[in-house]
């Protein structure tokens, strides 16, 4: 436990909460909504506020910030703490409204502005360890947001106390807060040269005490699929429709297996995430996920079949496939540098609790910075049921994530 602190983490997250800043997966800006910025100025501000003068708000929406080294130790290792400020298109983020459940005692929360939104104990397998804690929900009517504003206001909170506390020693701290992560955009414009950090730590996980190392490879499929259009009064023998061919495709996908719905674990699968067209041409979004590159070739490989044998129906139609890496599993970096990973073991348990080295079914940040440089595994966050109007969060495993983060700072100070 940091001594002689009141944490201002549950404080700094329902504030951050109610900014709506959902990303637009169909914007071409960048950010891909405005809205996310008005976040981003007030992080700005309130780093400011605490003394970090170079907080900056960049052209592209990420906010670089510096805690200045206080050690006399000249070759401290730069970390860089980040978390997105994005929040998901899948659920509205607007006039969120945070509500704290003091005391929880195992009970199923019921959701006051939507009544059939129920929270259920047994359904959420992390809440019967939250006996005598704080959970913070939404009102039952948008998703949270703790994913990642969880993140976020404990990055913000471990800065306040590093900075109200300089008797604890430490290398430069970098701060990365970044845009459009929820569509897959968030590390496309992070500039690592004016970053200058040896190592990350995404804030971005659930369950209190894991560290994941590991991610899902993940690529992005279009078909493009061209039909034969005709009068539909006069089609018979003639008509080729696009947007049947494509349902017929996405209705062939197998259902016990490579399916979200139906895998779990080290399961990969195929995921369709959007559909759209006309007669004579259609597209589907597909993404596919696996924990090896081989796996993602083989899935990939059963949608282009399914799409052949749909195609021998259709003699005059013609599709196109066309694959795109989104992100690969960050593993294959971070096991290069085991001290990244073996730090922030010690710095979870200086904080009382169990670390849990875990894989992630799905990316993070972290996946591509590591990629393009900057080891960087995920440190959790306390975020549970992200995504949705069940999501939540608990004011214990946010301030235990503060520890957390203060106490990597001192470890990597004291072991260099």
Known sequence: MLTNYQNTVTERFLRYVQIDTQSDVHATTVPSTLKQRHLSELLVQELQAMGILDAELDEYGYVYATIPA???????????????VDTSPDCSGKDVKPIIHANYQGQDLVLPDDPTQIIRCAEHPDLPAQIGNDIITASGTTLLGAD??????EIMD?????????????????????PDEEIGRGTNHVNLQQLGADYGYTIDGETLGSL?????SA?????????????PGFAKGKMESALKIAAEVVARLPKDRLSPETTEGKEGFIHPTDMSGTVEQAKVSFIIRDFTEEGLKTHEAVLEGILTEVLKNYPHARANMEVFEQYRNMKVILDQYPEVIQNAIEAIEMAGIEAKQMSIRGGTDGSRLSFMGLPCPNIFAGEHAFHGKHEWVSVQDMEKAVETIVHLCAI????A
């Open 412 to 415: 990597w100070e004291a072991k």
């Open 158 to 178: 471990a800065v306040y106390y590093l900075m109200q506390n300089p008797a604890i020693k430490h290398g430069k701290v970098r701060i990365l807060f970044t």
């Open 148 to 153: 990642n504003k969880a993140g976020v206001a």
């Open 70 to 84: 206080n050690t006399d130790k000249p070759h401290v290792p730069v970390l860089c703490f980040c978390s997105h």
């Open 219 to 231: 690529d992005g499929v279009l078909l493009t699929i061209d039909g034969v259009s005709q009068h």
């Open 212 to 216: 994941e190392d590991e991610t899902f």
